[in-house]
C-alpha cells in the first residue's frame, strides 16, 4: 500500500537511481499509463505528499480524493484533471502533480535492422533509441559486421513506420528531428509499439543540397517536402550563404530535360513568398557571397630577431618585406643554407600526383631515382632563391613573391664541416674557405684502414646532393662522407676463380674447333 503513504519534504522517491535524460519531458507529448509513479503533492500546513503509481486499469488512487482515470492522457492532462479532483477536497494550498518515475515499455523493432525483436525501454525513451538498441549486436567477425555496416546505410531515417496499439500509424523522421527537435518527428514509445525501419535507395529516392549550407548533401526524399523542409534538416545556411538567390534544379522523367530557377529562401523564411513542393531528385543549389580574403601568412624560423608567423597579401607580399618584419637576420645566420620551403599539394593530392607522374615512360633505372625524387619534391618543394644575392648583394630578382604557408628557414651559422666514414676520429672540423676535402680529411685523423678513397663526396650542406670532389667545392655546412671497401671472404675469391676459369676453358675449346675446322 505504498501509494497510500503520505510522505512529507521529500520530492523524490527513496532507493530509485535518477534516471538519465537528454532533456525535460514534455507534457503535452508524453502518454501516461500503467506503472508510471507519480507524486502528487499538497502543499499547506501541514503538507501532504502521496507517491503514486498509476494502477493496471490505468488509474491514479489517491487517498481522501478517490479514483481518477489518467491512463492514455498526456501528463499534461493529466496534471490538470488531478489538481482540479483534488481541489474539491483541498480548496486551500497550492497542489503540485510530478512524473517521478516513468514506466517500462515493451516495443518491437523490425525491418532494416541488426537484430529484430522486442526491446524494453522507458516510456520516456523515443524511437530512435529503440532502433539504436536493435542495432547494437553487432558480429564480431569481421567479414559480417562489415556486411551489417553496409545494411545500415540502407536503412531509412526519414519513412520509419510507427504502428501503435490503437491503429493509427505515423512517419518518423529522424534528420527532421535532430534538426528542429519536433517530438512529432520522433515520438515517444508506448507499450505495444511496432516500429518498421524500410529500406531507401538514395540513388533514386532523394533529394540533394550544395553550396552554402551547412550539412550539403544528398537526402532521403519524403513526400509532401518542401525547400524550407530540406533547408531544416540539412541545418539551414553558413555565414556567406546568399539565401536570396538559391537555385533549384528539376530532370524530366527521362533525365534529358533539365529545368532550373531561382528562389528567394530569404524571403519564404519571412512569409513573403510561397514555399516550393521538392520533387523526387530535386537539386538545389546555394551560392557563397564571394570571399578573397583568406588567412594568408608565412612562417620564419631560425636567424631572425622575430621569428613566428607574420600575415602576407594574397600575391604581391616580398620575401625582403617579410624579412624586414621579423626584424632582420641576426649575426649568426647563415644565409647560403637559407630556404623557403613551399607545400602546395594535400596528402591525398600527392597520391594523385604520384599515380599521374608514374605514366610517363621511363627505365627501371630512373623510376627509382625518379620516384625519390618525385617523394621529395611533393613534400619538400624548395623555392629558388639566392639569400645573399638578394640581402647582400642587393639582386631584387631574387626576391620572390611569398605564398600562403611559405616557410621560411633562416639557419645559423655552423662554422664547420663534417667528416665521417672511413676516417680515424670522424666529427666537426672547422671550416677554412678554399681548403680541399683532403684537408678535412687529414684534420679528421686521415683514412681509415679499409678507406675507398677514390670514392669520396662532398654532401651539400643546403640541398644535401652528393658531388664528386672534383666537381665542387667544400663549402662552410657541407660533409664528407668517406664509403668503405666491401668485404670479401675466401668463397667469394674462390668462386669468381671457378668462373674465370670456365670461362677461359671455353674460349679454348672455342680455339681449337676453329683449328681444326680450318685445317
Do not use: C
Not at 670479401?488 to 681449337?512: E, H, K, P, T, W
Request: no cysteine; proline share 5%; aromatic share 8%.
Amino acid at each position: 500500500m505504498e501509494q497510500l503513504l503520505p510522505r512529507a519534504g521529500k520530492t523524490q522517491i527513496s532507493g530509485e537511481t535518477p534516471i538519465a535524460l537528454e532533456e525535460p519531458i514534455d507534457p503535452k507529448t508524453y502518454i501516461v499509463g500503467p506503472s508510471d509513479r507519480i507524486t502528487v503533492s499538497i502543499w499547506g500546513s501541514p503538507s501532504a505528499i502521496y507517491e503514486l503509481t498509476v494502477t493496471p486499469e490505468g488509474t491514479l488512487l489517491i487517498p481522501t480524493v478517490g479514483e481518477i482515470r489518467v491512463a492514455e492522457l498526456s501528463l499534461a492532462e493529466v496534471k490538470e484533471r488531478t489538481i482540479d479532483e483534488v481541489r474539491k477536497k483541498y480548496v486551500a494550498g497550492q497542489i503540485t502533480v510530478t512524473l517521478t518515475q516513468p514506466r517500462s515499455v515493451v516495443v518491437t523493432v523490425t525491418g532494416v535492422v541488426i537484430k529484430q525483436g522486442s526491446y524494453t525501454l522507458l516510456a520516456t525513451e523515443r524511437v530512435d533509441k529503440a532502433i539504436a538498441m536493435a542495432n547494437m549486436a553487432m558480429d564480431t567477425a569481421r567479414e559480417e559486421r562489415e556486411r551489417q555496416k553496409a545494411m545500415l546505410r540502407t536503412a531509412s531515417q526519414r519513412n520509419i513506420l510507427l504502428k501503435r496499439r490503437d491503429g493509427t500509424v505515423s512517419r518518423v523522421d529522424l534528420p527532421r528531428f535532430y534538426a528542429t527537435r519536433n517530438s512529432t518527428a520522433n515520438p515517444y514509445l508506448l507499450n505495444g509499439d511496432v516500429i518498421l525501419v524500410p529500406r531507401r535507395d538514395l540513388d533514386r529516392d532523394f533529394v540533394s543540397i550544395y553550396g552554402g549550407i551547412t550539412a550539403p548533401g544528398q537526402y532521403e526524399y519524403v513526400e509532401g517536402d518542401r525547400l524550407t523542409d530540406l533547408l531544416l534538416i540539412s541545418h539551414g545556411f553558413t555565414p556567406l550563404a546568399d539565401s536570396s538567390h538559391v537555385e533549384i534544379s528539376r530532370l524530366d522523367e527521362r533525365g534529358n530535360r533539365m529545368v532550373n530557377w531561382v528562389v528567394d529562401a530569404k524571403a519564404i523564411f519571412a512569409g513573403e513568398a510561397e514555399d516550393v513542393l521538392l520533387q523526387r531528385g530535386d537539386r538545389v543549389f546555394v551560392k557563397e557571397k564571394p570571399q578573397e580574403r583568406r588567412n594568408f601568412v608565412v612562417e620564419v624560423q631560425g636567424e631572425v630577431l622575430y621569428p613566428g608567423f607574420y600575415p602576407i597579401t594574397k600575391e604581391s607580399t616580398k620575401l625582403s618585406q617579410v624579412i624586414a618584419s621579423a626584424g632582420g637576420f641576426t649575426q649568426h645566420a647563415f644565409l647560403p643554407g637559407a630556404e623557403i620551403i613551399r607545400t602546395s599539394l594535400t596528402e591525398k593530392e600527392m597520391d594523385l600526383e604520384r599515380l599521374l607522374s608514374s605514366r610517363g615512360y621511363i627505365t627501371p633505372i630512373d623510376s627509382a631515382y625518379y620516384n625519390t625524387e618525385t617523394s621529395i619534391r611533393l613534400r619538400r618543394e624548395v623555392v629558388a632563391v639566392d639569400f645573399e644575392r638578394l640581402f647582400l648583394q642587393g639582386d631584387s630578382t631574387q626576391d620572390v613573391t611569398l605564398h600562403a604557408w611559405d616557410l621560411i628557414k633562416v639557419p645559423a651559422r655552423k662554422k664547420t664541416v663534417y667528416v665521417f666514414g672511413q676516417v680515424v676520429s670522424p666529427g666537426h672540423v672547422p671550416y677554412e674557405k678554399g681548403r680541399s676535402y683532403e684537408y678535412y680529411i687529414r684534420k679528421a685523423g686521415g683514412y681509415a684502414e679499409r678507406a675507398r678513397k677514390g670514392d669520396v663526396k662532398i654532401i651539400k650542406g643546403k640541398t644535401k646532393q652528393w658531388l664528386d670532389v672534383s666537381k665542387t667545392e667544400v663549402e662552410e655546412g657541407d660533409n664528407i662522407w668517406v664509403p668503405m671497401k666491401p668485404h670479401r671472404d675466401f668463397a667469394y675469391y674462390m668462386n669468381l676463380y671457378a668462373q674465370v676459369a670456365s670461362a677461359l676453358s671455353v674460349i679454348v675449346g672455342i680455339g681449337v674447333l676453329i683449328r681444326q675446322a680450318s685445317q
